[in-house]
């Protein structure tokens, strides 16, 4: 059967509040609204996990983190784990990475047959937490405010220039698929870093939004003392005690920030009209790996089951799929079966060990079947807290906290816990009961605790004598690139243009 190609655009820290229905229209970003106007547009989807290691392993894999073992920013993803790379290229597909994906471990390639750029984070354990010491702040890795009092704009930095490479990687790359070489279909992730803090933009992106009306966080920063247990813990993480953080600090790093959208805005443009000009169609989804908070309540990044931080974008665009807004509750772990199901590609053997659910029936009117939920076990946290979304009610739970539960119709700013209301004590209970079923909380802590204490070890004694780094080298083999004494300049040149004979 022929099978569709595919093009994914992930995107990292990208705050899913701010595509209710594709791009807000304030946004200057007339390549993503473009393409949302063709594409079916998830505005409730939700991350496996709000951190960017594990979302992106859940992403991948469609299993959430209790389940695969990659808990934060420095635990291995396992070679066993099948991605939807793995799927897709036991099919016959070539499957292609070029940017961030977070691997963390010796396999760097988690099903890519081809991957064009390193990674920007280290890919070995020494981001590893440790639930031991509670509190402890390692301040080498840690997030601090210092990206909020330092926002601005800068012509280059470390993620501009890993940007820029990964847009023009992926463009070389679908160049030279159009030239028709290899006959398989294919997939290619393009997997940016921005917005991810630091918020810095290049001054033309910038200079867009001199008069936003949106550099103010709709709910002020909540006195520490008022916030709830986990939101303390991430403002301890975050150092808040050694920054004064100003409103202009803040409407800075807003504007930074949706500078950066902007910025990739353009990248996303950029792959879209090389995909156009080479005649070459494509299924195109478009994701982020979580949110970020943006000064709301005070909190700033991600870690949090907060709608900043929790709740992405998802678009997909493919044929069969009519256009339009999906409002029901969706998860990024639905991506991988979701991908399987478009291309054709039977993922049986696995499913039951699956997290997600595809999305193709949803997209069509359909409804999911369970509930959406949402693991996290990283640094801000002394144990893990999970997630559970169904229809309109949202339930957070920590052995260590009180229970919270939302009613995200009424209350989209989460400003009203509501398990603290007796008229609302039936619909805990009952969300509860459905989290009973889902988690095992004491076992959950106990394999998190298990794994970073075989971390701690490894990374210690790999960082004694000769040390071997896991970081991915990108290979490229300059004796077959260009025109070489072991080619025949009329086929080379013949072969290498596209469209031949114009």
């Keep these: 059967m022929s099978r569709p190609n595919i093009l994914i655009l992930m995107v990292d820290q990208l705050n899913g509040t701010l595509f209710p229905d594709g791009p807000a229209d304030w946004l200057h970003t007339p390549n993503l609204t473009r393409l949302a106007a063709r594409s079916v547009r998830f505005a409730n989807t939700y991350t496996a996990s709000p951190l960017c290691a594990p979302g992106r392993a859940g992403f991948m894999s469609g299993q959430l983190p209790s389940r695969n073992g990659v808990y934060d920013n420095a635990a291995e993803f396992r070679s066993d784990i099948p991605t939807f790379a793995h799927h897709l290229r036991r099919a016959g597909y070539r499957t292609c990475l070029s940017g961030k994906m977070h691997f963390v471990g010796p396999d760097q390639l988690h099903g890519y047959e081809q991957r064009l750029t390193t990674d920007i984070y280290p890919a070995d354990f020494g981001w ?3 639930y031991r010491k509670p509190g402890e702040r390692i301040d080498w890795w840690y997030h601090n405010l210092g990206s909020v009092t330092g926002a601005g704009v800068a012509e280059i930095t470390n993620q501009l220039e890993y940007d820029d490479d990964v847009a023009y990687q992926t463009c070389s790359w679908l160049y030279d698929a159009c030239r028709g070489a290899d006959e398989r279909p294919w997939c290619v992730t393009a997997s940016f870093t921005h917005p991810h803090d630091p918020y810095v933009a290049r001054r033309k992106y910038w200079d867009l939004y001199e008069d936003c009306e949106h550099l103010s966080p709709a709910v002020p920063a909540i006195p520490y003392d008022n916030l709830d247990p986990h939101s303390q813990r991430l403002f301890d993480a975050n150092d808040w005690r050694n920054f004064e953080i100003s409103d202009e600090d803040i409407s800075r790093s807003r504007r930074a920030y949706f500078a950066n959208v902007s910025y990739l805005d353009d990248k996303v443009g950029q792959i879209l009209q090389v995909l156009e000009d080479t005649r070459q169609e494509a299924i195109v989804i478009f994701v982020s790996d979580h949110g ?74 359909g409804v999911r079947q369970g509930p959406v939920k949402v693991e996290y076990a ?11 979304r169904k229809g309109r ?18 209350d989209p700013l989460e400003l009203s816990n509501l398990a603290v209301v007796p008229e609302h004590q039936q619909t805990l209970a009952e969300m509860k009961a459905v989290a009973a079923q889902l988690w095992d909380l004491d076992k959950f802590d106990a394999d998190v605790r298990a794994s970073q204490a075989r971390r701690w070890v490894v990374y210690e004694a790999l960082r004694q004598g000769g040390y071997f780094p896991w970081d991915y080298q990108p290979l490229r083999d300059a004796s077959e690139r260009y025109m070489r004494n072991h080619m025949d300049l009329n086929v080379l040149e013949e072969s290498k243009r596209f469209p031949r004979g114009e």
């Design 128 to 130: 590893t937490p440790d």
């Design 292 to 365: 970020d908070m943006l000064g709301e309540k005070g909190l700033w990044f991600k870690m949090s089951f907060y709608e900043g931080s929790s709740r992405v974008p998802l678009m997909i665009s493919a044929a069969g799929l009519e256009a339009g807004r999906v409002d029901q509750p969706v998860s990024t772990l639905d991506v991988c079966p979701t991908l399987c199901d478009l291309a054709g590609v039977d993922m049986s053997d696995v499913m039951p060990w699956t997290d997600g659910e595809s999305l193709v029936p949803v997209a069509g009117g």
């Design 378 to 388: 990283a640094e801000g946290s002394y144990t893990p807290l999970v997630s559970l």
């Design 393 to 410: 009610w949202k339930l957070n739970l920590c052995q260590l906290d009180p229970d919270q539960l939302f009613d995200l119709e009424a």
